[in-house]
């Protein structure tokens, strides 16, 4: 059995197309939105409707703006349009078109932090299984899927501008991840919260994680542990026990699927 595992395409539809080819099945863990191109401020949705030089500053903000410096600057971006919630969407819906029609079937795909899940059924083919927070057998093995990513204890999900990403309550991932019994393969957008594998080397800080995830690699012991979400890992791989966690790599930049056979 051979499954072809990708993860933050980020609007990358033509290496997505190629995704599955050889496979017996496609792992899709997320990030098909590409919202702000940080290595092209042309592209992206900030790049495409607020233009370039937006877009390159709203990256940078990111990397090293002060606390609320970043919200002011994308509200005062976005007020040019009356409802720019309406054209985010209209924004997204165009790239989901796309990338979910090069989908092979079968694929399994969860959402990440950046998608709109709530739009994702809207369109999925019949050969695209929508996994998040369910246990699908795969050749055999068990492969237990958690989308998003969980925000920290105490915070509530909140539309930040224009746009709702899909970040969860602490409580409700951990709940939804500890419910995945009996896995043979964990797969979910963040990594477990180990702080090798959630550091970013270019960001130069730890990215979201979640301590659930971890928790079921220590019960379950499964023979792999899957994710993506942090682009420059320091560790893309490590050992937990008997578990191997991989971080199958930033699809957007390398167009290469990480290769899972049994």
Same mark, same amino acid.
């Given at each position: 059995?051979?499954?072809?595992?990708?993860?933050?395409?980020?609007?990358?539809v +033509?290496?997505?197309?190629?995704?599955?080819?050889?496979?017996?099945?496609?792992?899709?863990?997320?990030?098909?939105?590409? /919202?702000?191109?940080?290595? +092209?401020?042309?592209?992206?949705?900030? %790049?495409?409707?607020? %233009?370039?030089e937006?877009?390159?500053?709203?990256?940078?903000?990111?990397?090293?703006?002060?606390?609320?410096?970043?919200?002011a /600057?994308?509200?005062? *971006?976005?007020?040019?349009? !009356?409802d720019?919630?309406?054209?985010?969407?209209?924004?997204?819906? *165009?790239?989901?078109?796309?990338?979910?029609?090069?989908?092979? !079937?079968?694929?399994? !795909?969860?959402?990440?932090?950046?998608?709109?899940?709530?739009?994702?059924?809207? $369109?999925?083919?019949?050969?695209?299984?929508?996994?998040?927070?369910?246990?699908?057998?795969? %050749?055999?093995?068990? $492969?237990? $899927?958690?989308?998003?990513?969980?925000?920290?204890?105490?915070?509530?999900?909140?539309?930040?501008?224009?746009?709702?990403?899909?970040?969860?309550? /602490?409580?409700?991932?951990?709940? *939804? #991840?500890?419910?995945?019994?009996?896995? +043979?393969?964990?797969?979910?957008?963040?990594?477990?919260?180990?702080?090798?594998?959630?550091?970013?080397?270019?960001?130069?800080?730890?990215?979201?994680?979640?301590? #659930?995830?971890?928790?079921?690699?220590?019960?379950?012991?499964?023979?792999?542990?899957?994710? %993506?979400?942090?682009?420059?890992?320091? !560790?893309?791989?490590?050992?937990?026990?008997?578990?191997?966690?991989?971080?199958?790599?930033?699809?957007?930049?390398?167009?290469t699927?990480?290769?899972?056979?049994?």
């Amino acid at each position: 059995m051979r499954v072809h595992v990708v993860s933050d395409v980020h609007g990358n539809v +033509d290496a997505l197309a190629k995704a599955g080819e050889g496979a017996d099945a496609l792992v899709v863990l997320g990030d098909l939105v590409d /919202f702000v191109d940080y290595a +092209d401020p042309n592209r992206g949705i900030l %790049g495409t409707v607020l %233009g370039p030089e937006t877009s390159a500053h709203f990256g940078r903000l990111r990397a090293s703006g002060r606390p609320g410096e970043l919200m002011a /600057f994308a509200e005062k *971006a976005w007020s040019r349009f !009356a409802d720019p919630a309406a054209v985010v969407e209209e924004a997204v819906r *165009a790239q989901y078109a796309e990338m979910f029609a090069v989908l092979p !079937a079968p694929t399994y !795909a969860i959402a990440g932090n950046v998608d709109a899940a709530e739009l994702w059924p809207e $369109f999925a083919g019949d050969g695209v299984v929508l996994a998040d927070n369910s246990v699908v057998t795969i %050749g055999g093995l068990r $492969f237990g $899927f958690v989308g998003g990513a969980p925000l920290p204890v105490g915070f509530e999900p909140r539309r930040a501008g224009p746009w709702r990403p899909y970040l969860r309550r /602490f409580e409700e991932f951990a709940a *939804a #991840a500890h419910a995945l019994e009996d896995v +043979d393969v964990l797969c979910s957008h963040v990594p477990p919260a180990v702080p090798e594998l959630a550091y970013d080397v270019m960001s130069r800080k730890p990215e979201s994680a979640s301590a #659930a995830l971890l928790d079921v690699i220590r019960r379950d012991r499964p023979r792999a542990a899957l994710f %993506g979400h942090v682009h420059q890992p320091l !560790a893309r791989r490590m050992r937990v026990g008997h578990t191997e966690c991989v971080n199958v790599g930033h699809f957007r930049a390398t167009a290469t699927p990480y290769v899972l056979r049994w």
